[in-house]
């Protein structure tokens, strides 16, 4: 069973639009919630990162928010653009522990 | 990423044939992985290695097996290659020594067909 569940499977958003990706996870143990770019063609690329103990990162443009008591976390792409079309990965792992678990992905597009 | 290289980048073979898969990197990073990407799957980890004497499996390992040559070199062996093997490889590299957060860096994947 996927220790870690994304929604939705694909997002159309309009340019200049928020892009809001969903995870849950299950294992309590998981500390380190990481997000994940993949363009065609090119492997995953380490997009943002959090840490439980704080509730929301910023990195520009995008965004972590992140629930504990709910076990549920969401990536939130504001003012998007055509070149982040992509698929996003969220993940989870326990860190220091090479065993993170990979959502399903979301295939986003951002029309012009 | 170009520091993270694999070959081959596309491959078709026939069910029964042995195959293998290369991931080299210049990172100097000690830590390799193996992943296998389906659609609706996500990314799902086959092994990873911290270093040369060490191998672990990893979620799916069943049916594959590894060989880390050297420091900078990892390699996923199909014994006898079955369709649904069928998927995107990546390697992937990290060190703990340059980030605290594991960060996993990703070669541009193999993209094999097992007829």
């Known amino acids: 069973q996927q220790q870690v569940k994304q929604s939705p499977q694909s997002l159309i958003v309009q340019k200049g639009g928020i892009s809001i990706i969903n995870c849950a996870y299950e294992n309590t143990a998981f500390d380190y919630f990481p997000w994940y770019q993949q363009f065609p063609g090119k492997g995953p690329a380490l997009l943002i990162a959090?840490?439980?103990?704080?509730s929301e990162k910023k990195e520009g443009r995008f965004t972590i928010s992140f629930n504990k008591s709910a076990k549920q976390f969401s990536l939130h792409i504001m003012d998007s653009q055509p070149g982040d079309s992509a698929t996003y990965f969220c993940a989870a792992s326990i860190m220091n522990n090479n065993d993170m678990r990979f959502g399903a992905g979301t295939r986003l597009t951002v029309k012009p | 990423d170009a520091d993270v290289t694999q070959t081959p980048r596309n491959r078709i073979t026939k069910t029964g044939k042995r195959i293998m898969l290369e991931c080299s990197q210049t990172k100097g990073h000690d830590r390799m992985y193996w992943y296998r990407q389906d659609p609706g799957l996500g990314l799902r980890l086959i092994y990873y290695s911290f270093d040369v004497k060490d191998i672990n499996k990893g979620e799916i390992s069943d049916g594959y097996s590894v060989s880390r040559q050297a420091q900078a070199k990892f390699s996923l062996s199909l014994e006898s290659a079955i369709p649904n093997q069928t998927a995107l490889y990546f390697c992937?590299?990290?060190?703990?020594?340059?980030?605290?957060?594991?960060?996993?860096?990703f070669g541009p994947g193999t993209r094999l067909t097992v007829l």
């Open positions: 959090i840490r439980p103990d704080v």
């Open positions: 992937a590299t990290s060190d703990l020594r340059q980030s605290s957060y594991n960060e996993q860096f």
